[in-house]
């Protein structure tokens, strides 16, 4: 670690703000923009001089590249002593307002975005995935695994998985099925009629993957299916997951593989253009996991969907 260029690095009160609104969200330069209010051309140079210095990554995403903190590297130990003193920035504060701002509007997009799609998912779906067999992929993991008598689906959108894991589920017990869009609940609540099912085993439940409505240890395994690609914050996610499971539940997780389609952002509201095997299994051992498996199966149009199977110890 340079030292020295990382005191020069925060030796400015523009890369001190950057420092703090990056400690507590991942942004990408444009929502960086609407917080501080500056132009691009400055704070683009604002962050590659702390970039350079090693205190912040970029992750590239197609068109879209993302600052974060450095969670690793030379100049971590360096980033972890500064955290606590953040908050003492006279616009500390205000930056924290504004960005939390910027995040809820973001989520709000979100939502109507598939509030508007609900009518139409089955159709966008088939077009997306090819006919491939995700919700196989999802029931001949847990199907092996003992103890999923409460199972939890984690952005279950029109409730495409919930007939298949209220089969998984033992002992007359529950499929808790989550949604930020209210819209692709009552699509859920309609399938949940159609096919009979039980009502006193389906609970609906809306809110956010990054503030879910379940209580800590209330499930015994976790389905997040093509749902992080939208979240702003995959780890938070993640973490998310591993506090509402029980000790030893699983968590299994599908995805697009990393791609280049960036039309899919507009068409399909989608944050993330996919990710890394490794990226994926990292995110998950950071938030408290054991990986045990991680494979890749084919799709039309040049994607693929990533499976991660992890364990709650």
């Not at 999802?138 to 298949?164: K, M, N, S, Y």
């Amino acid at each position: 670690m340079d030292l020295l260029a990382c005191h020069k690095a925060l030796a400015d009160h523009t890369r001190l703000r950057l420092f703090h609104l990056l400690a507590h969200h991942e942004l990408n330069v444009g929502e960086i923009l609407d917080i501080v209010q500056m132009g691009q051309s400055r704070i683009s140079r604002h962050l590659k001089i702390l970039a350079d210095a090693g205190l912040v990554t970029a992750r590239r995403h197609g068109a879209w590249v993302f600052y974060s903190l450095a969670p690793e590297g030379d100049a971590a130990p360096f980033v972890r002593a500064m955290l606590p003193l953040l908050d003492s920035l006279p616009t500390a504060a205000e930056d924290q307002e504004a960005a939390r701002l910027v995040v809820e509007e973001r989520a709000r997009q979100t939502r109507h975005f598939f509030d508007d799609l609900a009518p139409r998912l089955d159709a966008m779906q088939q077009e997306m995935l090819g006919g491939a067999d995700v919700a196989g992929l999802v029931l001949e993991v847990l199907q092996t695994r003992p103890g999923c008598a409460v199972v939890a689906d984690l952005g279950c959108g029109a409730g495409a998985l919930l007939p298949g894991l209220l089969g998984l589920s033992q002992g007359g017990q529950r499929v808790i099925g989550v949604d930020s869009s209210a819209r692709m609940l009552a699509q859920a609540a309609r399938l949940v009629q159609r096919e009979a099912l039980p009502a006193s085993r389906v609970s609906l439940r809306l809110g956010d993957l990054e503030h879910l409505p379940l209580s800590d240890g209330e499930a015994h395994c976790a389905v997040l299916s093509l749902v992080l690609h939208h979240l702003p914050s995959p780890r938070r996610g993640l973490a998310e997951a591993w506090r509402v499971l029980a000790p030893g539940g699983t968590c299994l997780v599908l995805d697009f593989a990393r791609h280049e389609h960036e039309a899919m952002r507009k068409k399909y509201g989608d944050r993330w253009l996919g990710f890394e095997p490794a990226e994926l299994a990292s995110w998950c051992a950071e938030a408290g996991f054991v990986v045990e498996s991680t494979d890749a199966h084919p799709l039309p149009h040049g994607l693929g969907l990533l499976r991660v199977i992890a364990r709650k110890q």
